[in-house]
């Protein structure tokens, strides 16, 4: 079956260190994959997009790679703010049938001062 | 802010009882998805609706069911409520052309529904 992994339920990392956050997946062939953030109580807000042709995407101090052979995506924070505590998650959509997204666990991501 | 607005945004029901969540899409937007997600874990989809008709179905008994209208706003129905159907739901947007053209997806805040 399907299977999203996201590295741990939670990572604390140290103000302006790079925080990484892993999504690895099984059984799946995905057109592209996507993170998001979400905040307690909210819903989930679009941040990154990479398509299963690109390697990596960059945006602002936010970067994902995307490798489709070790079947893992890689997402970077760097120069870390205490703002971007939240939980991630990663998502993936598949080559067949409609927009449904599957979704990992998330990463509860805590950026300590 | 997405545009994708969701209402109720809480609610309390007793188990048995019947619910309906509703959204709006993003202005263009003419695909609705929902999700539910239980405390701790990810987004499960539910099910998908184009052009008014299901696209789509997770896993996800006939109970949990959904409409959309012809200005792309969507219910969902939740007929007799379970104590396990206690999550957040959340309405999803997006504007398919017919490809898998990775076009953003964007979520609403959210119903949270508490079953007791």
């Known amino acids: 079956s399907q299977k999203i992994e996201q590295n741990s339920e939670a990572l604390n990392i140290q103000e302006g260190k790079t925080a990484t956050l892993t999504c690895n997946y099984t059984n799946y062939s995905p057109a592209y994959l996507q993170w998001y953030r979400q905040d307690p109580g909210r819903g989930p807000v679009f941040l990154l997009l990479i398509r299963e042709n690109e390697k990596e995407k960059r945006k602002e101090r936010l970067k994902v790679t995307f490798d489709t052979t070790l079947k893992q995506s890689l997402f970077h924070i760097t120069a870390s703010q205490p703002a971007d505590s939240a939980t991630y998650l990663c998502?993936?959509?598949?080559?067949?049938?409609?927009?449904?997204?599957?979704f990992g666990t998330g990463t509860r991501l805590t950026i300590i001062p | 802010e997405t545009g994708v607005t969701q209402s109720p945004t809480h609610l309390i029901k007793t188990r048995g009882q019947q619910v309906t969540l509703r959204c709006s899409s993003q202005?263009?937007?003419?695909?609705v998805s929902w999700y539910q997600q239980a405390l701790g874990q990810g987004p499960q989809f539910i099910f998908q609706y184009y052009r008014e008709e299901e696209n789509g179905r997770g896993n996800f008994p006939p109970r949990f069911s959904g409409l959309q209208f012809p200005n792309y706003s969507s219910e969902l129905n939740v007929n007799a409520l379970e104590l396990d159907d206690s999550a957040l739901y959340l309405c999803?947007?997006?504007?398919?052309?017919?490809?898998?053209?990775?076009?953003?997806?964007?979520f609403g805040e959210g119903s949270w529904l508490t079953v007791v």
């Open positions: 202005s263009g937007h003419n695909t």
């Open positions: 999803a947007s997006s504007s398919r052309t017919g490809e898998i053209s990775g076009n953003t997806i964007y």
């Open positions: 998502a993936l959509r598949s080559n067949f049938g409609n927009e449904k997204l599957t």
